[in-house]
DNA sequence: TCGCTATACTTGACACCGCAAGCAACTGTA
DNA sequence: TACAGTTGCTTGCGGTGTCAAGTATAGCGA
């Protein structure tokens, strides 16, 4: 049990310090980014709510306010469904886009070094197998970073 | 980078059921819980909220709030210290060791058999491991749930 | 002894998120 | 067509946590 304990204490206190940079440097949350970049890899650059907050694994209402703050923030628009007037896609918008690009370069460089300097290359696909079974992990392989 | 989204996500996702069982059944959150752990295994059931929040991964003001909820439940109480009058200790009372007893039970349960179904005990030894290297993953090894 | 700095803790303002409830639109059945 | 149930989304409320600022005590050098 010990690992789980380690497991948890170890993610939380990593992403953490992603989350912060983000913050600090770009004035994004993690969820703020994956948003984004969930948006930047979807057919058409956009996203329904419900499978939005299925990937980030947030509640719809989380979703809700996440997307409002994106709105504000000019990075994310809304489009509407012409089968179904019930949704509201989310659409990344140009400034969206060149936000991402921005804060994924340091981002991904950050994650980048920290991984590689405490893993080699053989144990990363090892970690990945195995979390990757983890429930919540598997669906959505789009959210991959690199 | 796929390996952190993929721990990330798991991580939280499976901790998330964790705590929501908890809350639950026994009206902890997880940090609820893990600090009357901590403070079952600490010399004189008692520790500094210092020392607490460095532990639990809070901040000084998180670890206030967090115990401003345990004193209210009883299960907490502070405790004076006559070296230096700044700290106030945070004691474990009997009902706060009876309250983690019955959650201990069914939670630690609960993660024996999700680990159990998804590794073999090689595979848990190799991720322990491997885990055990992410800054914050190290410190406090009094954190142990077995 | 008198500051000066560090440490332990608390408080107010705020961010983020889940839950429950509610609304509107869609869908299957009769 | 009518209507019951489902789905997508939003909103009010409350919980939990951070940050910045403030208070009180400790400890140290001049």
């Not at 440097?25 to 709510?49: C, K, Q």
């Not at 012409?82 to 886009?97: N, Q």
């Not at 060149?98 to 300097?117: D, M, N, T």
């Not at 090892?126 to 959505?140: C, D, H, S, V, Y």
């Amino acid at each position: 049990m010990e690992a789980w304990v380690r497991l948890l204490r170890g993610c939380t206190s990593a992403s953490r310090v992603f989350s912060a940079q983000l913050t600090q440097e770009h004035g994004l949350t993690i969820n703020d980014y994956e948003a984004l970049l969930l948006l930047s890899r979807a057919e058409g650059e956009r996203l329904r709510r419900v499978d939005l907050a299925g990937s980030l694994l947030l509640t719809q209402s989380g979703v809700t306010r996440l997307l409002d703050g994106l709105e504000q923030a000019g990075l994310v628009e809304k489009g509407t469904c012409a089968s179904d007037a019930r949704v509201t896609y989310a659409v990344l918008t140009e400034a969206g886009r060149e936000r991402l690009a921005q804060a994924s370069a340091s981002h991904v460089a950050g994650i980048r070094s920290l991984f590689e300097e405490l893993f080699t290359r053989q144990e990363l696909e090892t970690l990945a197998g195995l979390l990757g079974r983890l429930p919540g992990a598997a669906e959505g392989e789009s959210c991959g970073v690199e």
